[in-house]
């Protein structure tokens, strides 16, 4: 069963940097599309970055160019390096994996406040 474990949120202030880290098991994650989501309060959930088995990337308008997703292979893990924070990145972080379906980790907090 494809598990994921999200860690590295936390309180940051404006201009600061975080590193999430997305812990796969149960597959061998680096063939398939893995990427990440957040949820801000009172809002919908949105697409923050995505990365592909060839390790080509997307991400979302808001965050290109602070944010930068990459993977490691030999951990199994998947990593959002945000930099630039602004306190209109709060929200839940949440990553996932795509095989025959999506399946989501339980979310970290990343509050940027001062």
């Known amino acids: 069963q494809v598990q994921l474990v999200e860690s590295g949120g936390g309180l940051v202030q404006p201009g600061g940097s975080l590193r999430l880290s997305c812990a796969a098991s149960?597959?061998?994650?680096?063939?398939?599309?893995m990427g990440w989501h957040r949820q801000a309060p009172g809002k919908q959930r949105e697409f923050v970055a995505v990365?592909?088995?060839?390790?080509?990337?997307n991400y979302a308008a808001s965050v290109k160019g602070r944010f930068a997703i990459y993977r490691d292979g030999a951990k199994n893990t998947v990593y959002l390096q945000m930099n630039l924070l602004e306190p209109e990145d709060t929200a839940i972080y949440y990553c996932?994996?795509?095989?025959?379906?999506?399946?989501w980790g339980q979310g970290t907090q990343v509050t940027v406040s001062s």
């Open positions: 996932y994996i795509y095989t025959t379906k999506r399946y």
């Open positions: 149960g597959t061998d994650f680096r063939a398939y599309v």
């Open positions: 990365i592909n088995g060839a390790s080509s990337t």
